[in-house]
């Protein structure tokens, strides 16, 4: 069976390969307004890292609603920040993975959205809705990087499988 610490393995290698593409773009193409959820790829790619920030570093520790983000995407203004920022969160992500226990697992907290709608969920509920929306996302971008013609980074389990050293 597979655990919360292995799908967010799998979920960190696809967003580094997905970050390292857009560092790969002009940051111009990066941050252009495609009229997507969150407008740019940068963008996007922001919101993915900082929806894993908060639920990992707030949500799950009952501090959802303390969360600010430290920079809105237009502070941003190269891709080494976003890296830089992705390193960060990942660092913290892992560290919590590490100590985490089933009884951590079942515990449950409360997730409010920004709209003050609250639900109770177990740690593993959001953990698996923070990765879940990773996913969506991700797709997102997959779709405006065919828009450009640029080929996106393989996604699939078997190419990014946690159980394969990379």
């Not at 963008?43 to 639920?55: A, F, T």
């Not at 990773?134 to 990014?160: K, S, T, V």
Request: net charge negative; with cysteine.
């Amino acid at each position: 069976m597979l655990s919360i610490q292995e799908l967010y393995h799998y979920s960190a290698r696809v967003r580094r390969r997905f970050a390292e593409k857009l560092a790969q773009m002009p940051w111009e193409e990066a941050c252009k307004n495609r009229e997507a959820s969150f407008y740019s790829m940068k963008s996007i790619l922001l919101h993915i890292i900082d929806n894993e920030e908060w639920m990992v570093n707030w949500v799950v520790r009952n501090k959802g609603t303390e969360y600010k983000r430290e920079k809105k995407s237009e502070d941003y203004v190269n891709m080494q920040m976003v890296l830089d920022h992705l390193s960060s969160v990942e660092k913290t992500t892992s560290e919590y993975l590490k100590g985490l226990t089933e009884d951590d697992l079942i515990a449950c907290v409360k997730l409010t959205l920004s709209s003050g709608k609250e639900f109770d969920l177990s740690v593993e509920e959001c953990l698996l809705q923070s990765f879940t929306e990773q996913l969506y996302h991700l797709g997102e971008l997959i779709a405006l990087m065919w828009q450009d013609n640029i080929e996106p980074p393989q996604m699939q389990w078997f190419y990014n499988n946690p159980r394969i050293a990379d």
